[in-house]
């Protein structure tokens, strides 16, 4: 497995795999990989000739309070794993290699960028579209790789490229889960043992949703009943609950629509807590 730490040595390793027409399939991380993040790989793997990671902990898609000093490193595990999967190779910027002094240029996309998470992380998405769009430009991918578990940085994605014209195909793969539900994240490391304890709540209360789509009458009732439930667990903060379309997010009418997502953020203590689940 390759180790690349610049921009020019990755342009070259692809060069190898773009002169024979090879595929190229890549998986933007930000380290501390779990289960999560390698079946991303894995199911890459399948489909690409070439496989490659990008561990970078990006900081402009972090806000001034937020977790960016002790968001958790772990590059030598991270290689391992890597490695274990049979990635072709990993690149491992710098800050400074990605946003050099004077660095000017960022990415947005209106609207859905402003919704659900983007109400409380004000330039988060703008964050994340930025450094997407880098990597994209660097790597030169035929296909990307994201979790569903982040399903609106996902879509958020998938409409950039879609508006700038970028030449690479976006696919999403379903939450790896702990055995309680708890969808696997780099941040429930973060979390206490009580917190932990209380945490699957979450997942618990979405599929209660789903098995109950059928007995309420409107998402407002829905919704209401999903917050009743979390609200049984005392430590379990919520930031929002909503029912949003699928395919764009946009605000879910009538509970009788195709394509429902249950999509929130909780906090438990000082970690916050992401996840969806398709509801039909
Ligand atoms: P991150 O390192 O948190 O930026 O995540 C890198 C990629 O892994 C993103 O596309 C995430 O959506 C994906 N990912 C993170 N956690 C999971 C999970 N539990 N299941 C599937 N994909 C995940």
């Not at 793969?173 to 206490?192: F, M, P, Q």
Request: net charge negative; proline share 3%; aromatic share 8%.
């Amino acid at each position: 497995m390759k180790i690349l730490k610049t921009i020019a040595e990755i342009k070259e390793y692809i060069k190898q795999f773009k002169c024979k027409d090879e595929l190229i399939g890549f998986v933007p991380t930000m380290g501390a990989l779990h289960e999560g993040h390698l079946t991303l790989g894995k199911e890459a793997r399948y489909e690409c000739d070439c496989l490659i990671y990008s561990i970078f902990i990006n900081p402009t898609q972090f806000g001034p309070n937020e977790d960016l000093d002790k968001y958790p490193r772990d590059i030598g595990g991270d290689l391992a794993k890597l490695e274990a999967i049979d990635v072709d190779a990993v690149f491992l910027p710098d800050e400074k290699m990605m946003y050099p002094d004077n660095y000017k240029t960022y990415v947005k996309v209106e609207d859905i960028g402003k919704i659900l998470c983007g109400k409380s992380r004000i330039d988060h998405f703008r964050g994340v579209t930025t450094i997407v769009s880098k990597l994209f430009n660097i790597v030169e991918c035929d296909e990307a790789y994201f979790g569903k578990k982040d399903i609106q940085q996902f879509i958020i994605i998938k409409k950039m490229v879609e508006d700038l014209n970028m030449n690479v195909k976006m696919i999403s793969i379903d939450t790896v889960r702990e055995e309680d539900g708890l969808a696997k994240s780099s941040r429930n490391a973060y979390l206490t043992e009580e917190e932990r304890k209380a945490a699957p709540i979450i997942h618990k209360s979405m599929i209660k949703a789903k098995e109950d789509l059928a007995i309420h009458f409107s998402p407002e009732d829905l919704i209401e009943d999903v917050i009743l439930l979390i609200s049984e667990e005392p430590l379990a903060e919520i930031e929002y609950i909503e029912l949003r379309r699928s395919k764009d997010l946009s605000k879910v009418e009538d509970l009788s629509e195709e394509g429902i997502l249950l999509i929130l953020a909780a906090k438990f203590g000082k970690t916050r807590l992401i996840d969806n689940l398709l509801l039909n």
